[in-house]
């Protein structure tokens, strides 16, 4: 199945949630208040001595209260000036948004959100974003220095339609400025530039359009829900939440060395989603384009529904989520369409809130089966502590590559474990109700083979430096 077009739907898409989200921010309620609600006033009595007033009635049961739950309400990590953001009912249908992130993966329910919260009629909506301007230095014969920025624009928009919720979705990024061939990174691999040479150390940049998507969610009982989701582009029901939604790694400018591993496929051209949640557990399947982005990122790819996956998500508690995930990508590379590949990855995600700041980290495995081609393991270990303005982030990778040299390198086509660690600090200076100013600096260790350390000049180190704009 094949189809290019300039997405029509897609656009509406786009159109529609982005229009009733800023037009949301108009009737954004301020923190502390609860929206949608009113008490009624008594009715004037005309007798002389009117009877004195009767205690206030109980709230009404939670079932009576639709789209709000009392997890919703009482989050860890919230105050009550968050409830605005507890009132925007879960996408996918049953438990808490807190939940959701990129797709229809999971984070922990604990985790802290960030957004502009706001509601036009019956709409709830949301807009987050960021953008970045960067410095980037990496080490050694094979690194380079860029200036450049980057940058996402999240809009999300919420209503009741029949019996079940439709969630319209829509995610941007300017990234295609900073050119096709991206910015410099040691040991990152995948994509193309120019559809002709492939990306080695260096990292590709975001397409213009990085989700235009809908979910339709259909309540099947008090803690269950099915429901389906539809992207052009879209993410697929594989690997854990894309580094950029995870708490835990969102705060570090530079994209994971492991991300074709684990979240490459944040951004597919043709996604058809649908599951079944049960109280802690997910289970759901992808059919989807398995084809990468190719190198032009401002327009859409043909939509293809060639590729298949399926995972399992589950958070037994408010702090832990969990996944596995199994895919099958047809030629998902564009300099390589004779090559298919089975993924398997599993994820898990720690989130703890405290007085004043959160603490999350993530340990997660991908495995990159080619067919034909060798089988290639990568392991993430990251972890971000926020408290005030502070945030202190880290992550540590090991990969096999056997993208790193191409021919006439006698290394072509060699597989070698790689490994890079990074350490980076960001302070937010608030400048506005909603925005936020950071400055932040993080550097970079690598670990190499022998037989790469030449080309690589020993154990190079890279830096970057950035100043980062963000709601919140």
């Not at 909506?125 to 014969?141: A, E, F, K, L, R």
């Not at 259909?218 to 539809?230: E, I, Q």
């Not at 495995?365 to 392991?379: E, K, Q």
Request: a neutral charge; proline letters at 10%.
């Amino acid at each position: 199945m094949k189809w290019r077009s300039g997405a029509p739907a897609g656009l509406v898409s786009l159109a529609a949630s982005a229009g009733l989200a800023f037009g949301g921010l108009a009737h954004a309620q301020d923190a502390g208040r609860n929206t949608g609600m009113s008490m009624p006033m008594a009715p004037s009595s005309t007798q002389p001595n009117p009877a004195p007033p009767k205690p206030a009635a109980p709230p009404p049961p939670e079932s009576a209260m639709p789209g709000m739950t009392i997890d919703k309400m009482d989050m860890p990590g919230m105050t009550m000036g968050d409830q605005n953001r507890a009132m925007m009912p879960a996408a996918l249908g049953s438990g808490s948004m807190m939940r959701e992130a990129s797709g229809t993966s999971w984070q922990p329910d604990a985790t802290p959100m960030d957004g502009i919260m706001g509601r036009l009629g019956g709409w709830s909506t949301m807009v987050h974003g960021y953008i970045s301007g960067i410095y980037d230095n990496q080490g050694g014969p094979r690194g380079g220095d860029k200036t450049f920025s980057e940058s996402m624009l999240m809009v999300m928009a919420e209503h009741q339609a029949g019996p079940g919720r439709l969630t319209l979705r829509s995610m941007l990024s300017l990234e295609p400025l900073m050119g096709a061939s991206g910015y410099p990174l040691l040991l990152q691999t995948g994509e193309t530039a120019n559809g002709v040479t492939p990306l080695i150390d260096r990292q590709h940049p975001h397409n213009l359009f990085m989700e235009l998507a809908g979910v339709y969610s259909l309540p099947l009982g008090d803690k269950a829900s099915a429901f389906v989701y539809a992207g052009y582009p879209g993410e697929p029901a594989l690997g854990p939440p894309a580094f950029m939604h995870r708490v835990s790694g969102v705060d570090d400018p530079a994209a994971p060395i492991t991300h074709h591993w684990l979240d490459s496929t944040h951004i597919t051209f043709g996604v058809i989603t649908t599951g079944f949640v049960y109280g802690p557990w997910k289970i759901e399947g992808s059919v989807f384009n398995g084809r990468e982005p190719d190198q032009n990122r401002w327009g859409f790819d043909p939509l293809q529904l060639n590729s298949f996956s399926g995972r399992v998500s589950f958070n037994p508690t408010l702090n832990w989520s969990f996944q596995i995930s199994d895919g099958y990508l047809k030629s998902p590379e564009q300099l390589e369409p004779g090559v298919d590949q089975h993924r398997a990855t599993a994820s898990a995600i720690y989130d703890l809130p405290f007085a004043g700041g959160n603490w999350q980290t993530t340990l997660a495995w991908g495995r990159n089966s080619l067919s034909p081609g060798p089988t290639l393991d990568a392991f993430l270990l990251e972890s971000a502590v926020s408290w005030k303005r502070h945030t202190v982030f880290a992550r540590a990778e090991s990969a096999q590559k056997n993208e790193l040299f191409q021919p006439p390198s006698p290394l072509a086509g060699r597989v070698f474990r790689v490994a890079a660690a990074s350490l980076g600090y960001i302070y937010d200076i608030p400048i506005a109700k909603h925005l936020a100013i950071g400055l932040g600096a993080m550097g970079s260790l690598y670990d190499l083979p022998e037989a790469v350390k030449p080309a690589y000049g020993g154990r190079p180190t890279s830096y970057m430096t950035f100043v980062r704009f963000k709601t919140r």
